[in-house]
């Protein structure tokens, strides 16, 4: 699939990025897809970038590429982690009014994401299908109070879906749209690595379902991520735990978290 035309990273000699253009830039050196560009990925991207610059006359002072890269971080790298994440790469390329930055400042915790997913997700699937994806977005704009016409609307809900639906099916699950929120707002994340199959999944939500009556309590879900990230032997403060509660109660009805819904996080593939 990937000829040598896709070698080459795209665009980065423009003055102004579309959304899609910026995407594809993005999913060039996130090469992993772990919603970060780190390591030989940050070296690969920080040399394209250098040699675009070049190219359009941008030079920095210093020549020295450990120096030029040792720079670039202490001005982009705001959380100072070594590595560069979606709202930080918005940042240092010129993206037309700044597409992403748009969701950051106004799905700007978990919480506020999750009761958007909940309203859009209307049957409760797990995914958002192109159309809700549009609504989802329209109402994001709104929220930004960023005006904008039907054709970009268009363009952000095609691009998003290019970027997210790797597997073409038109939808797009939980997991993946929570890659919009910055890194560390994202609780989804943090599972990664701890996702459950079904029957591991089936397994814990009986044991702590007692009346199997389908659903859980905030309290019982509190004993159920502590027992998660024990058994995976994660580190998790009382501050994190209680973050992580509050975003996934956002998913429950008057209280009460049905299986479907927990199902959507700590599963690896959500429910057919």
């Given at each position: 699939?990937?000829?040598?035309?896709?070698?080459?990273?795209?665009?980065?000699?423009?003055?102004?990025?579309?959304?899609?253009?910026?995407?594809?830039?993005?999913?060039?050196?996130?090469?992993?897809?772990?919603?970060?560009?780190?390591?030989?990925?940050?070296?690969?991207f920080f040399q394209e970038l250098e040699k675009a610059r070049k190219g359009?006359?941008?030079?920095?002072?210093?020549?020295?590429?450990?120096?030029?890269?040792?720079?670039?971080?202490?001005?982009?790298?705001?959380?100072?982690?070594?590595?560069?994440?979606?709202?930080?790469?918005?940042?240092?390329?010129?993206?037309?009014?700044?597409?992403?930055?748009?969701?950051?400042?106004?799905?700007?915790?978990?919480?506020?994401?999750?009761?958007?997913?909940?309203?859009?997700?209307?049957?409760?699937?797990?995914?958002?299908?192109?159309?809700?994806?549009?609504?989802?977005?329209s109402d994001l704009l709104k929220k930004a109070n960023r005006p904008y016409?039907?054709?970009?609307?268009?363009?952000?809900?095609?691009?998003?879906?290019?970027?997210?639906?790797?597997?073409?099916?038109?939808?797009?699950?939980?997991?993946?749209?929570?890659?919009?929120?910055?890194?560390?707002?994202?609780?989804?994340?943090?599972?990664?690595?701890?996702?459950?199959?079904?029957?591991?999944?089936?397994?814990?939500?009986?044991?702590?379902?007692?009346?199997?009556?389908?659903?859980?309590?905030?309290?019982e879900l509190d004993a159920l991520l502590k027992d998660l990230y024990e058994?995976?032997?994660?580190?998790?403060?009382?501050?994190?735990?209680?973050?992580?509660?509050?975003?996934?109660?956002?998913?429950?009805?008057?209280?009460?978290?049905?299986?479907?819904?927990?199902?959507?996080?700590?599963?690896?593939?959500?429910?057919?």
């Amino acid at each position: 699939m990937a000829g040598p035309q896709q070698q080459q990273p795209p665009y980065l000699h423009l003055a102004e990025l579309t959304a899609s253009q910026f995407l594809e830039i993005w999913k060039h050196f996130d090469a992993d897809g772990n919603g970060y560009i780190e390591g030989k990925e940050l070296e690969n991207f920080f040399q394209e970038l250098e040699k675009a610059r070049k190219g359009s006359g941008m030079m920095s002072k210093s020549d020295n590429l450990g120096e030029k890269m040792k720079e670039f971080m202490q001005k982009y790298d705001k959380n100072a982690d070594g590595k560069i994440e979606m709202a930080e790469l918005a940042q240092i390329l010129p993206t037309e009014e700044n597409f992403l930055l748009c969701f950051r400042q106004h799905v700007g915790s978990s919480t506020e994401f999750m009761e958007a997913w909940r309203k859009y997700d209307t049957d409760r699937s797990g995914y958002i299908e192109a159309n809700e994806l549009k609504g989802f977005l329209s109402d994001l704009l709104k929220k930004a109070n960023r005006p904008y016409d039907e054709p970009k609307l268009q363009e952000y809900t095609q691009t998003i879906l290019r970027m997210f639906d790797l597997n073409g099916d038109g939808k797009l699950g939980l997991s993946e749209m929570s890659r919009l929120l910055p890194v560390q707002e994202n609780f989804l994340l943090k599972f990664q690595g701890m996702k459950l199959t079904s029957e591991e999944f089936n397994a814990i939500f009986t044991f702590y379902d007692k009346d199997g009556s389908g659903y859980i309590d905030e309290n019982e879900l509190d004993a159920l991520l502590k027992d998660l990230y024990e058994k995976n032997k994660k580190e998790m403060n009382i501050q994190q735990l209680t973050s992580y509660k509050k975003s996934v109660m956002s998913l429950a009805e008057a209280g009460r978290l049905y299986r479907k819904d927990l199902e959507i996080v700590l599963c690896s593939e959500p429910p057919m």
